[in-house]
């Protein structure tokens, strides 16, 4: 089943920070966060495994609960590089298939 | 790190003809790739998982002998397109996992005219 996302869209303006979350109705093993610009392939971002974990690099960071089956990532002190869409993938632990989620598109403005 | 090549990243085909889309694990072994589909503004929805020296499994609504999976080797996988009609028209993305880690082509843009 897809996750689900939250919000669908964010507006920011360099400097400010931003959450978008995911959340799935079924057991995770791990979740997967993408940035993906327009018309490029997703890139990875970080993976969260099983355990409830934290992870962060520079102004980025992410964090999975496991047992709300969520995962949040957090974006502060937004840079204009960080537009995109971000695409949250979960795994099952069926076979590394990752189902993604519809995408939160965020904006950083001047 | 790990590199998933994608070729060829843009093609233009007449309806009714096919097309070959390359999928490449350039530095680790995969016996496992993953082909995705995406729309404009939409998510990435997975047509089929491609393994190994054995048969594709494809995701529910996708037609097995329109969108014909090869994964010949540790190292490649096909998707081909048969009988392009417009409505192919795509993004098509392909991912393999390294462990703890799933990397993407690049990306391939199918415009079947």
């Known amino acids: 089943q897809q996750p689900v996302q939250s919000p669908q869209a964010v507006i920011l303006r360099e400097g400010e920070d931003a959450v978008i979350n995911c959340s799935s109705s079924k057991a995770l093993y791990s979740v997967h966060w993408y940035r993906q610009k327009h018309g490029e392939a997703p890139v990875f971002l970080m993976i969260l495994l099983k355990g409830g974990e934290q992870k962060g690099h520079d102004k980025i960071s992410a964090s999975f609960n496991e047992k709300k089956q969520q995962s949040s990532l957090y974006l502060t002190a937004s840079q204009l590089s960080y537009s995109g869409t971000y695409f949250c993938?979960?795994?099952?632990?069926?076979?590394?298939?990752?189902?993604f989620g519809k995408g939160t598109l965020l904006t950083v403005n001047p | 790190g790990a590199v998933v090549s994608q070729h060829p990243s843009r093609v233009i085909c007449k309806s009714g003809t096919s097309v070959k889309i390359e999928c490449r694990s350039l530095d680790f072994q995969a016996t496992t790739m993953f082909w995705y589909r995406q729309f404009p503004k939409k998510s990435l929805m997975l047509m089929a998982t491609s393994n190994e020296g054995s048969k594709a499994t494809y995701e529910q609504g996708v037609e097995k002998d329109k969108f014909l999976i090869n994964h010949a080797s540790l190292t490649l996988s096909t998707l081909t397109v048969t009988s392009a009609h417009p409505e192919d028209s795509s993004f098509y993305i392909c991912s393999a996992r390294d462990p703890g880690q799933t990397f993407f082509g690049q990306g391939t843009r199918l415009t079947v005219v």
């Open positions: 993938g979960t795994d099952g632990g069926s076979n590394y298939k990752l189902t």
